[in-house]
C-alpha cells in the first residue's frame, strides 16, 4: 500500500512536492490545505488530489495523513510541525525550519520523544555532482581544505515594486536572503567539506528601503509589476543582500553572497571549493557538470554519468549520461531517499537525508549572522 501524504501550502513550493511525491511510486497525495475552503478545494480540483482543507489542522486530523509536508510561509513552520508530530504524523519541513533558535530545539526534542521521521527540505543535496563532490573530499582526493567561496543570486526582487510576503518579517523572519537563500548554501557547503563553520562576520545592505506593494496578491517569482496597477507603500527592514566572512574547523576560511537584487540571475547557487591536492567549482545553472582545477594536470570537466560518478551519487541518478537531471529531480531523489528509509521502518539506523537536526543547525549559524551584522564583529558559532 502505498503512504498517504498531505501538503499544507499551495503557492509556488506545495504543488512543487506533490509533483515530485507522484514520481515515486510509493506515495499518495491524499490531501492539501491552503487558507481558506474555497480556493483549497479549488487546488486540490486543479492537482487532483482528493480532499483540499481550508484549515491546515483539518489535514493534520485526517487519519489519512500519514506524513505532513509542512510549505507554508516560515511563520507557520513551527507550530505546524510540532502539531503533526505529537499528532503522530511523520513531518517534512521546507526551510528554514523554525524563526528561532530556541523553537528549532524544540522541534528537535518533539521530534525524538514522538519517534518520528523528521527532515528539512534541503533538496539541493540531492544534485547528483553534489553528492559526488562530497565522496571527494571525504576520500581526500582534493586535500586538506583552504577554502570555500561562491554566491546564490537571485533578481526576483530586483524593483522596488517586486513583493512577496517574505519580505515581511512577521511572515518570514528577521533574516530574509540569509535565511531563504544562504541556508541553502550553507548547508551544502558543511554537507560537502565536512567541515564546520565555527565563527562568521556579517554585513547587510537593504537597496529598496521602501517597496510598493501592489494591492493584489502575486505569487512568488511572478516578476512584472504590469501585473498590479496600484500600490502601498511599504518600509523594508530585511535585507536584500549579504556578504559573510566564514571561519571554518580545521582552519579553513570562506566567503559568502547572497543577493536577491541582481540582475539576469534567476537562482543561481554556486561556490568552489580550493584543497591542498586541487579545486572544484559547481553552479547550479550548469548542475550537470563539475569543474575540478588542478595546478601540475589538465583541469577536468566532470559530466554527470551514474557508471563514472562515486556509488553513492549514483543512487541519485534515475537517467543515462548525456540526460539532463536539474532542480524538480532533487525533489523527487530526496523524496525517495525519506520514503524509502520510512518504508524500511528500521529507526535505529542513521538517516541519509537532512533531519531537524540540520535544521536546527542552520538557524543556529544564522542567529551568528544576524548577530554579527548587528554588532559588526566576528560571532561564534554555537553547537
Not at 41 to 68: F, H, N, S
Not at 70 to 96: D, I, Q, T, Y
Not at 117 to 126: A, E, G, I, Q
Not at 222 to 230: H, I, L, R, V
Request: net charge neutral.
Amino acid at each position: 500500500m502505498p503512504f498517504k501524504a498531505g501538503v499544507i501550502g499551495k503557492g509556488f513550493i506545495g504543488p512543487a512536492h506533490v509533483e515530485a511525491l507522484r514520481r515515486l511510486g510509493n506515495v499518495e497525495v491524499v490531501a492539501i490545505a491552503g487558507t481558506d475552503e474555497a480556493t483549497a478545494t479549488q487546488t486540490a480540483q486543479e492537482l487532483g488530489i482528493p480532499r483540499g482543507y481550508g484549515d491546515w489542522r483539518e489535514l493534520i486530523r485526517d487519519r489519512q495523513v500519514q506524513v505532513v509536508h509542512v510549505c507554508s510561509p516560515n511563520r507557520l513552520h513551527f507550530v505546524m510541525a510540532k502539531e503533526a508530530l505529537e499528532a503522530g504524523k511523520h513531518v517534512v519541513c521546507e526551510k528554514p525550519l523554525a524563526l528561532s533558535v530556541d523553537e528549532g530545539r524544540t522541534l528537535v526534542e518533539t521530534a525524538d520523544r514522538c519517534r518520528r521521521l523528521n527532515t528539512v527540505h534541503f533538496s539541493l543535496r540531492y544534485y547528483p555532482l553534489i553528492q559526488h563532490l562530497r565522496a571527494l573530499m571525504s576520500n581526500g582526493d582534493l586535500g586538506d581544505l583552504f577554502a570555500v567561496h561562491g554566491s546564490y543570486l537571485q533578481d526576483w526582487l530586483y524593483y522596488s515594486t517586486d513583493y512577496n510576503w517574505r519580505l515581511d518579517r512577521r511572515e518570514g523572519g528577521a533574516l530574509r536572503a540569509v535565511a531563504d537563500i544562504g541556508s541553502h548554501w550553507l548547508d551544502l557547503v558543511e554537507f560537502v567539506t565536512g567541515c564546520r563553520i565555527e565563527a562568521v562576520l556579517a554585513d547587510f545592505q537593504t537597496f529598496h528601503k521602501v517597496r510598493r506593494k501592489p494591492r493584489k496578491r502575486l505569487a512568488t517569482f511572478a516578476g512584472t509589476s504590469s501585473q498590479a496597477p496600484s500600490y502601498t507603500d511599504v518600509v523594508i527592514d530585511t535585507e536584500d543582500y549579504a556578504s559573510v566572512l566564514l571561519r571554518f574547523s580545521g582552519g579553513a576560511r570562506g566567503v559568502m553572497t547572497v543577493s536577491q537584487v541582481s540582475a539576469g540571475r534567476k537562482n543561481r547557487l554556486s561556490f568552489e571549493v580550493d584543497g591542498s591536492r586541487g579545486a572544484a567549482f559547481w553552479d547550479s545553472e550548469i548542475p550537470n557538470q563539475l569543474w575540478l582545477g588542478r595546478r601540475d594536470a589538465y583541469n577536468e570537466v566532470v559530466v554527470k554519468d551514474p557508471s563514472l560518478v562515486d556509488a553513492l551519487a549514483a543512487r541519485t541518478i534515475d537517467y543515462p549520461g548525456g540526460h539532463a537531471e536539474g532542480y524538480p529531480d532533487t525533489f523527487k531523489q530526496m523524496f525517495k531517499d525519506v520514503y524509502g528509509y520510512l518504508e524500511r521502518g528500521d529507526f535505529s539506523t542513521a538517516p541519509t537525508f537532512p533531519t531537524f537536526r540540520d535544521g536546527l543547525r542552520e538557524l543556529q549559524i544564522c542567529k551568528s549572522i544576524f548577530e554579527s551584522n548587528q554588532s559588526g564583529a566576528w560571532r561564534s558559532v554555537a553547537d
